[in-house]
């Protein structure tokens, strides 16, 4: 199985500060028909997960663009530009391209 | 609007069944893999199923710890996905997401598996 590993676990943060979350995977990602399936989850509290960027860099619908992601092979960021309250909750990577497997989750809390 | 809901969960022991239901709506049903994720308490997500669209063959897949257990299936007609779960365990105890492409998801579903 893929094991994707999300760094920090944990990441304590003041509104307005730029923050990254790093996963990364034990195999490529790239999909034989070119495509990374390497999306991201946001959770929060209580709440069911929902989609802020697919395939890797593309941002999902009514998602604020502060959120963006990035990379390739098996290294992937997400980065938030100017954290606002709402963002708080657990992040996830996951990946499609082969069976799928979630990254451990990356808690944003305020600082 | 998109929905996805999910019904059927509840308390059952070990070694029973139980079938869960996700019924979709605000979205074209058929054009969608569905998946199942599911979230013991106070840990991270663990995908559990899929369930391909009918031009790939409703092709399924399972995690390992499900496969043999767990069954998939999907009725376009009704917009509907099922997740038959038999055997059950205690480690199976999780809250159940109903999810479609990644993009749409559902409030979940509570299983508990106890004696």
């Known amino acids: 199985d893929v094991v994707l590993t999300q760094t920090p676990p944990t990441l304590s943060a003041t509104i307005g500060q730029s923050v990254s979350i790093s996963c990364r995977s034990s195999?490529?990602?790239?999909?034989?028909?070119?495509?990374?399936?390497l999306h991201w989850l946001l959770q929060r509290p209580g709440q069911s997960p929902q989609l802020l960027i697919y395939l890797v860099s593309r941002l999902e619908s009514g998602v604020p663009n502060r959120f963006s992601g990035s990379g390739s092979g098996t290294d992937f960021t997400l980065k938030i530009s100017g954290v606002e309250a709402e963002d708080l909750g657990v992040y996830y990577c996951v990946q499609g391209t082969h069976a799928p497997t979630f990254g451990g989750g990356t808690k944003l809390e305020l600082k | 609007a998109v929905q996805l809901v999910e019904s059927g969960g509840g308390l059952v022991q070990p070694k029973e069944s139980l079938k869960i239901s996700c019924a979709a709506s605000?979205?074209?049903?058929?054009?969608?893999?569905m998946y199942w994720v599911r979230q013991a308490p106070g840990k991270g997500l663990e995908w559990v199923a899929r369930i391909r669209t009918k031009p790939n063959n409703y092709a399924t897949y399972y995690a390992d710890s499900v496969k043999g257990r767990f069954t998939i299936s999907r009725d376009d007609s009704k917009s509907m996905v099922y997740l038959q779960m038999d055997n059950l365990k205690t480690e199976d105890t999780a809250m159940y997401y109903c999810?479609?492409?990644?993009?749409?998801w559902g409030q979940g579903v509570m299983v508990t598996v106890s004696s």
């Open positions: 195999q490529s990602l790239l999909h034989s028909n070119g495509n990374t399936y």
């Open positions: 605000g979205f074209t049903f058929s054009n969608a893999a």
């Open positions: 999810t479609a492409n990644w993009g749409y």
